[in-house]
C-alpha cells in the first residue's frame, strides 16, 4: 500500500488550502483513512477521519468547523479541505490508512510521506 500525499504549501491566515492523498495497492473498499498532523517539537496529532465507505466523519475539536474530509471513492483519494487557517495549523500533514475507527496514530497501517502547511500570520 502506497499513500502519496500532496497540496501543502504556505498560505496567509485566514487563508484555504486542500491536501490530497492518493492511495494504491489495494482495494479500499472499506477501512478508515485518515490526517494528522505533527508541529515542530510537538507530537503528532489526530485531525480527521472518514469511512471509504458511508458518510461518517470525525474531527479533532481545534479544526471542527474550519476542515472537511471527503473521498473520492474511484480515485482512491482522500482530501482536507482547511478554511479559515491559523498558524498554529502550521505542521506537517500525514494521511494514514487503517482498519480501526480510531483517532490514535497506532491504530493506523499505512503513512503517506507527509505534506509541509505552513500557514503566515
Known amino acids: 500500500v502506497q499513500l502519496q500525499a500532496s497540496g501543502g504549501g504556505l498560505v496567509q491566515a485566514g487563508g484555504s488550502m486542500r491536501l490530497s492523498c492518493a492511495a494504491s495497492g489495494r482495494t479500499f473498499s472499506d477501512g478508515v483513512m485518515g490526517w494528522f498532523r505533527q508541529a515542530p517539537g510537538k507530537e503528532r496529532e489526530f485531525v480527521a477521519r472518514i469511512r471509504w465507505s458511508g458518510s461518517i466523519t470525525y474531527y479533532a475539536d481545534s479544526v471542527r468547523g474550519r476542515f472537511t474530509i471527503s473521498r473520492d471513492n474511484a480515485k482512491n483519494t482522500v482530501y482536507l479541505q482547511m478554511s479559515n487557517l491559523k498558524p498554529e495549523d502550521t505542521a506537517v500533514y500525514y494521511c494514514?490508512?487503517?482498519?480501526?475507527?480510531?483517532?490514535?496514530?497506532?491504530?493506523?497501517?499505512?503513512w503517506g510521506q507527509g505534506t509541509q502547511v505552513t500557514v503566515s500570520s
Open positions: 494514514a490508512a487503517g482498519t480501526v475507527w480510531s483517532l490514535y496514530g497506532t491504530s493506523y497501517n499505512y
